[in-house]
T-cell receptor, first 114, second 115 residues
């Protein structure tokens, strides 16, 4: 299965700033997703990162707040814009190949917004 | 809409005891996959098992076993002879086929193994 590297692994941010999280996969994958895990909670899908086109967002998530890029089959970024303390979460990148139906997850990026 | 319910929020057992984590799912799709993931304190998600909706055979892997019952929409996970290293949050998840691997996660069960 693919190996996923995410950075930063953690960061402390100031309210109103933006932070970009990078996700690098060691092999070409069809599907890439971004999840959010709020403290003590389960994982919620933010969006599907589509290669070469706009991401597909889940209900409750919008592009202005969480812009996503995916320039190729191995790399994606998620930006958390205009952060507030409510954005303090772990953000996880996941990837898989179509038909394989097994998602691999990165170690997550733990953001704390003050 | 899909839904995964893990009614047990937290479980504590003494080391070497057996423990079962419950998972109940809802979906209108006739074909789907069920998963279990482990999230140790370090935070990464570790894949444990995938089961498709056409395969109701129980599976055993070492101390881990899974019981899939379509009739009750359940996919329970048992750890036999638990060890301290099993302490983690365990997530059950569901996805549909057709190349779409979006996962719907349950709320997780925090398992603590007491030495």
């Amino acid at each position: 299965s693919a190996v996923i590297s995410q950075k930063p692994s953690r960061d402390i941010c100031q309210r109103g700033t933006s932070l970009t999280i990078q996700c690098q996969v060691d092999s070409q994958v069809t599907m890439m997703f971004w999840y959010r895990q709020q403290p003590g909670q389960s994982l919620t899908l933010i969006a599907t990162a589509n290669q070469g086109s706009e991401a597909t967002y889940e209900s409750g998530f919008v592009i202005d707040k969480f812009p996503i890029s995916r320039p190729n089959l191995t790399f994606s970024t998620l930006t958390v814009s205009n952060m507030s303390p409510e954005d303090s979460s772990i953000y996880l990148c996941s990837a898989g190949s179509s038909g394989a139906n097994v998602l691999t997850f990165g170690a997550g990026s733990r953001l704390t917004v003050l | 809409a899909q839904k995964v319910t893990q009614a047990q929020t937290e479980i504590s057992v003494v080391e070497k005891e057996d423990v079962t984590l419950d998972c109940v799912y809802e979906t209108r799709d006739t074909t789907y996959y069920l998963f279990w993931y482990k999230q140790p304190p370090s935070g990464e998600l570790v894949f444990l098992i995938r089961r498709n909706s056409f395969d109701e055979q129980n599976e055993i892997s070492g101390r881990y076993s899974w019981n899939f019952q379509k009739s009750t929409s359940s996919f329970n996970f048992t750890i036999t002879a638990s060890q301290v290293v099993d302490s983690a949050v365990y997530f059950c998840a569901l996805s549909t086929l057709f190349g779409n691997e979006k996962l719907t996660f349950g709320t997780g069960t925090r398992l603590t193994i007491i030495p």
